[in-house]
């Protein structure tokens, strides 16, 4: 039996409805496991008694994502987590710690001093819990549509009535609006974007079988603002939750457990992570998919990004270090961490730490060039900033820093546009294939800096202007009467895999069949003109083409094969005349050359029954 069940069957029958177990003074933490007890198993029908249900929050509102601007973290009393980890997010952050009376309020404050905690950054909220999973029932924040931060509170996933009722304690010691979502799930068990879409697994669903999954949908995008994504297992057992097995680092950007070939779960989180990287992100590209790698035991995935700092679990074997790595390559600019703890492969930081955002913050949203295909024109930067400490903007400011080559970069000041908070700067414009990097800086009467992407210039969003598509192939054709036509452009695209050919302008014989121009030249010789055009996403090429059918044997063009284009060929090789059209016609021996061979060929042709003429 491992360890964890062990330890939870001997104290389960020391348990009785609301008792907090073992939370004591010593800050040893009250060992009610993650998942479900067989004790609670059978109190599945308490799940949800004395939630209050509300209307959705004022539209339109926005679910805040795990990386940007925090103001805290939320833990609970005893503690999950190393008075070490707290110690550090004291640094920077304001530490709320939940405690059930006074008495534990003083022994965490204690063991907070001793620890090198720091007390100014630290508060506490007396109210009795059930366990040590701030993630899983604790408050969801968003902003609502009166730009005021607010939490949304969801039945939590276990018949723990102290813990359910954590988001209303909050939001009345803080002054928050609550808005209470009717629908039993769990923090660790969704991830959002902070751009309007978010992530669960399938036991979302499963844990409300009184709604269809559209109805769970809707009361997603209802209250939380956030389109929905529901995912498959990744196991048969354990508790399902995606801070499991996934993770958000940025709006493009999710991290992926990974794990021995030999595990059970291999191709499963393979699956996962090759239908994540199908998807498109809320800046319109695919998902960039990063693994970590996870052997048994270990729960890399179950980090918690508060500010510029990633708080990472760590077990201290060998693979930790690879981990860090993984989390510094893909976050360039944060300062990575590892703490240890009682860590488990479901449940480490992430589901003991709940951030709260920054009520006040300066908030940068863009939506990132990727690839432009002008250049002539300057590139636009759009830009919305809202300023939710109402503390006013600093104009001068507002800035985009851009560079190609140079280690320097240059700036353009943002404009306000008619409307609000929206801003915009152009980048000039640039040569065909140069790579352009950016950020945008922004600053606020409160003190407060913001960049995006949040972390700035070591993150900056890159674009590239577009070499366009090049059409190789020559601008004019020629074919004898009756020949079959194909023909399809030859052409490069130095920056791309794939282009779009288009036809216009061509005549009712020939036909576009797939990329060719498909059909039979006519019986008689003519020219027609038409164009075509090669596209990449960004840009294109086009080419007029020239398209001449004629009969061979018949340089003056007249459509017929008699002395007169014997004559015409006398003149033009011996007497400067005019050339044949084209010259290919009078070349009717096929020598690849024009010559008295050629006018001795179509006499003999013409009066002696020779043969035809052949211009291949």
Same mark, same amino acid.
């Given at each position: ?265 291999? =191709?499963? #989180?393979?699956?996962? &992570?090759?239908?994540? @990287? ?6 319109? !590209?695919?998902?960039?998919? $990063? ?120 700036? =353009?000041? #943002?404009?306000?546009? &008619?409307?609000?908070? @929206? ?6 414009? !640039?040569?065909?294939?140069? $790579? ?120 003056? =063009? ?59």
């Amino acid at each position: 039996m491992p360890q964890k069940y062990f330890i939870l069957m001997l104290v389960i029958g020391l348990m009785t409805f609301g008792f907090n177990g073992f939370a004591n003074d010593s800050g040893e933490e009250e060992f009610l496991p993650i998942e479900l007890t067989p004790e609670e198993m059978l109190r599945l029908d308490e799940i949800g008694k004395g939630f209050i249900r509300t209307s959705p929050p004022p539209s339109p509102m926005r679910s805040c994502a795990e990386w940007e601007p925090s103001e805290g973290v939320i833990i609970r009393w005893p503690l999950g987590i190393s008075i070490e980890l707290i110690a550090e997010m004291s640094e920077d952050l304001m530490v709320t710690t939940l405690v059930a009376s006074t008495s534990y309020m003083n022994s965490a404050i204690s063991a907070y001093t001793a620890g090198g905690v720091n007390m100014a950054n630290t508060q506490f909220i007396i109210a009795s819990t059930n366990s040590i999973w701030t993630r899983d029932y604790g408050p969801w924040f968003i902003f609502d549509g009166n730009n005021e931060m607010a939490i949304v509170d969801h039945i939590y996933n276990r018949p723990r009535p102290l813990d359910d009722q954590i988001p209303w304690t909050i939001g009345t010691e803080w002054g928050m609006s609550v808005y209470g979502m009717d629908l039993i799930t769990a923090g660790g068990n969704h991830m959002s974007d902070g751009l309007g879409m978010s992530m669960s697994t399938r036991l979302v669903y499963d844990e409300n079988p009184g709604k269809t999954h559209a109805q769970i949908d809707s009361i997603m995008l209802a209250y939380l603002g956030n389109d929905y994504t529901v995912l498959e297992y990744i196991e048969s057992g354990g508790i399902h939750h995606i801070d499991c097995w996934a993770k958000f680092l940025n709006p493009t950007t999710i991290l992926i457990k990974d794990v021995p070939e030999g595990d059970y779960n291999h =191709a499963w #989180l393979d699956a996962r &992570a090759e239908l994540l @990287s199908q998807q498109i992100s809320a800046w319109g !590209q695919p998902y960039t998919i $990063v693994r970590v790698y996870c052997p048994y035991g270990t729960a890399y995935t179950n980090s918690i990004i508060l500010g510029n700092k990633v708080f990472v679990p760590i077990f201290n074997n060998a693979y930790d270090t690879t981990a860090l790595k993984t989390y510094e390559n893909a976050m360039p600019g944060y300062e990575v961490m590892g703490f240890t703890g009682s860590w488990l492969d479901d449940d480490a930081i992430h589901c003991r730490a709940m951030g709260v955002p920054d009520r006040e913050m300066l908030y940068v949203d863009h939506v990132p060039l990727y690839v432009v295909g002008d250049t002539i024109n300057d590139y636009r930067i759009d830009v919305k900033i809202i300023d939710y400490s109402n503390q006013g903007l600093i104009s001068d400011s507002l800035k985009v820093f851009y560079r190609t080559k140079s280690p320097t970069f240059s700036t =353009a000041m #943002l404009n306000p546009t &008619a409307n609000p908070d @929206s801003f915009y700067a152009f980048i000039p414009a !640039q040569r065909p294939g140069t $790579v352009v990097s950016y950020y945008i800086q922004a600053a606020d009467n409160s003190g407060r800096v913001e960049t995006h992407p949040f972390i700035g210039a070591p993150l900056a969003h890159q674009f590239r202007v577009n070499m366009p598509p090049n059409i190789l192939s020559g601008d004019s054709l020629l074919y004898q009467i009756n020949e079959n036509i194909r023909y399809c452009p030859e052409f490069e695209d130095i920056d791309d895999t794939s282009g779009t050919i288009e036809y216009t302008g061509y005549p009712g014989w020939l036909n576009v069949v797939g990329d060719s121009l498909i059909g039979n030249a006519p019986a008689s010789p003519t020219a027609v003109d038409f164009t075509v055009k090669v596209s990449d996403q960004y840009s294109f090429d086009e080419q007029l083409i020239s398209l001449m059918v004629y009969l061979c044997g018949d340089p003056n =063009a007249d459509s017929n094969c008699n002395l007169l284009d014997v004559t015409y060929m006398i003149n033009y090789i011996y007497k400067s005349g005019p050339e044949p059209m084209p010259v290919s016609t009078a070349d009717v021996n096929s020598s690849g050359d024009v010559n008295i061979l050629d006018i001795t060929y179509l006499i003999n042709y013409i009066y002696k029954s020779g043969a035809e003429p052949n211009c291949n």
